[in-house]
């Protein structure tokens, strides 16, 4: 892809976002660093994924020549990848967390600030405000943050509310 961009335009500035997890604060970190290119990596990266691919295809080959005639039930291919292994781990680690999982009653305070229009040409304004922590497990810790609300008189609670929500399997 570089090749065919910098024969189209050789003043193009090409740069690599470099990462190896994929959850948001190292995507946006690899984003907001960006590297030049190493061609060194490339072709070391082309170098493991050819022998991903040599090696797969003479295993499956192995395998399936050895082992088909070998189990009942072993019909067609018996395919091999040295990936395959490591995300077996990951989706049976995720099917374990599912398995275990165990739905727990939360709580949760919410401010929603409402102005009033004063003139009739105005709009009603109105302003949610949201914590970092979101959900309280422990209830009496949402009772004291709830009494500490109503005490404090600088703002009126309008409202409490209560209703069922599911926290979703992992």
Request: overall charge positive.
């Amino acid at each position: 892809v570089m090749d065919v961009g910098l024969a189209a335009n050789p003043r193009l500035k090409v740069r690599r976002a470099r990462f190896s997890a994929l959850i948001p604060r190292d995507i946006f970190h690899a984003l907001a660093h960006l590297v030049p290119p190493d061609q060194r990596q490339a072709d070391a990266v082309r170098a493991r994924t050819e022998l991903d691919l040599r090696l797969g295809a003479a295993f499956t080959r192995l395998q399936t020549l050895t082992l088909q005639n070998e189990f009942e039930g072993l019909d067609g291919i018996m395919s091999y990848g040295p990936c395959q292994f490591p995300t077996m781990w990951f989706v049976v680690q995720r099917a374990k967390r599912i398995e275990a999982f165990v739905q727990e009653t939360f709580w949760q305070i919410e401010l929603d600030h409402k102005k009033r229009a004063e003139l009739s040409s105005e709009e009603e304004a109105s302003a949610v405000f949201t914590w970092a922590r979101r959900r309280l497990f422990d209830r009496q810790s949402a009772l004291v943050l709830y009494e500490l609300c109503v005490e404090r008189r600088v703002a009126v609670v309008t409202s409490v509310n209560g209703h069922e929500k599911k926290r979703w399997r992992p």
